[in-house]
């Protein structure tokens, strides 16, 4: 089983203890989930597994060499949906036009190929994000609330495109509220609170015979 370990990972900001990891690990087989409450240090988590916060003391190892995030409200260049996937030529020469032209049709962006990425609908810029992310050939995809605020359709959208990528060998790590989500589309679930990861297992198990009383609290409130 791929796994994420982590150790010393003890994160203060304005003397409040976000993170407070010791030494544990995150299972990622295939599409993993992380719930718990607001302000638990989930984004504060993913964010330090993807390398966007950095300190020397912390001990944070895994077997991906590629990982790539995607935040829930991802900045996009002002330039046409296309002009975001061509970009990427600058630090991945061998990308080549068809492969764009395929990720285009794939995520079904090829109807605003030409249209500025900062108009399209935020279910359209979330598919861009990810499959921008794709395209660079991340092994893991780290993604933080990727359908808050979407209507249904848009919803379901990107959780087929999670789930064709994870069936295609790509490893996620998803950070959602949405229980039914999770249920859905999540192998393992880890539950974080007060910085600290609780409980983890597999989806049905958690969720149906929570070992831990605080996790059992948590799935029973928001239930």
Same mark, same amino acid.
């Given at each position: 089983?791929? !796994?994420?370990? @982590?150790?010393?990972?003890?994160?203060?900001?304005?003397?409040? @203890?976000?993170? %407070?990891?010791?030494s544990n690990?995150?299972?990622?087989?295939?599409? #993993?989930?992380?719930?718990?409450?607001?302000?638990?240090?989930?984004?504060? @988590?993913?964010?330090?597994?993807?390398? *966007?916060i950095?300190?020397?003391?912390?001990?944070?190892?895994?077997s991906?060499?590629?990982i790539?995030?995607? *935040?829930?409200?991802?900045?996009?260049?002002?330039? $046409?949906?296309?002009?975001?996937?061509?970009? *990427?030529?600058? #630090?991945h020469?061998? @990308? !080549?036009d068809?492969?764009?032209?395929?990720?285009?049709?794939?995520?079904?962006?090829?109807?605003?190929?030409n $249209?500025?990425?900062? =108009?399209?609908?935020t279910?359209?810029?979330?598919?861009?994000?990810?499959?921008?992310?794709?395209?660079?050939?991340?092994?893991?995809?780290?993604?933080?609330?990727?359908?808050? !605020?979407?209507?249904?359709?848009? #919803?379901?959208?990107?959780?087929?495109?999670?789930? %064709?990528?994870?069936n295609?060998?790509?490893?996620?790590?998803?950070? $959602?509220?949405?229980?039914a989500?999770?249920?859905?589309?999540?192998?393992?679930?880890?539950?974080? =609170?007060?910085?600290k990861?609780?409980e =983890?297992?597999? #989806? %049905?198990?958690?969720?149906?015979?929570?070992?831990?009383s605080?996790?059992? $609290?948590?799935?029973?409130f928001?239930?």
């Amino acid at each position: 089983m791929a !796994s994420i370990q @982590l150790q010393n990972i003890h994160l203060r900001q304005a003397e409040r @203890l976000i993170l %407070d990891i010791e030494s544990n690990e995150i299972p990622v087989t295939n599409i #993993t989930g992380i719930i718990g409450p607001n302000g638990a240090g989930k984004t504060i @988590l993913l964010k330090l597994i993807a390398g *966007l916060i950095q300190n020397p003391k912390f001990q944070i190892s895994c077997s991906f060499k590629d990982i790539s995030m995607v *935040l829930s409200q991802t900045p996009l260049l002002k330039m $046409s949906v296309r002009g975001n996937f061509l970009m *990427l030529k600058d #630090t991945h020469p061998d @990308l !080549s036009d068809e492969k764009i032209n395929a990720v285009l049709k794939a995520f079904l962006l090829d109807h605003v190929a030409n $249209s500025p990425a900062t =108009k399209i609908s935020t279910g359209e810029r979330q598919r861009l994000a990810i499959a921008r992310a794709y395209l660079i050939g991340a092994e893991l995809l780290i993604l933080d609330e990727p359908t808050a !605020s979407l209507d249904p359709q848009s #919803t379901l959208l990107i959780e087929s495109k999670i789930i %064709d990528l994870a069936n295609q060998g790509i490893k996620f790590l998803i950070a $959602s509220h949405d229980f039914a989500q999770v249920k859905r589309i999540c192998d393992q679930v880890v539950f974080i =609170k007060d910085g600290k990861i609780v409980e =983890k297992g597999q #989806t %049905d198990d958690l969720f149906s015979n929570p070992k831990n009383s605080e996790t059992k $609290s948590f799935i029973s409130f928001y239930e």
